[in-house]
Nanobody
């Protein structure tokens, strides 16, 4: 069965960088889209970025454009979120999720469309001086 495990979170200073990893098991990475989401205490869950099945469709939230990048390692079934120029506002629990629907080729960072049925446990990112 499909399983996702996030790692790489931690404490970093403002302006620093961090790379999150999402290990996917159960199916080949090319079979589904992957989204990154985050949720800060007292805040709604926010879509961060996504990559669609096939890797053509990629989206980022306006709040992270120019600072975050997303990549895949097909051989390792890994998805990465490279976070640069981190701000305290980036502090949140970060989740990766898998989209296995027929619409997965075009990715979405809106999680309430029923596209993401598989979620990791989350990894904490804290940006603080």
């Amino acid at each position: 069965q499909l399983q996702l495990v996030e790692s790489g979170g931690g404490l970093v200073q403002p302006g620093g960088s961090l790379r999150l990893s999402c290990a996917v098991s159960g199916f080949t990475l090319d079979a589904y889209g992957i989204g990154w989401f985050r949720q800060a205490p007292g805040k709604e869950r926010e879509g961060v970025s996504c990559i669609g099945r096939g890797g053509i469709s990629i989206n980022f939230a306006d709040s992270v454009k120019g600072r975050f990048t997303m990549s895949r390692d097909h051989a390792k079934n890994m998805v990465y979120l490279q976070m640069n120029s981190l701000k305290p506002e980036d502090t949140a629990v970060y989740y990766c999720a898998a989209d296995r629907t027929l619409d997965a080729r075009i990715c979405t960072i809106v999680s309430d469309k029923g596209r993401y049925a598989y979620w990791g446990q989350g990894t904490q990112v804290t940006v603080s001086s």
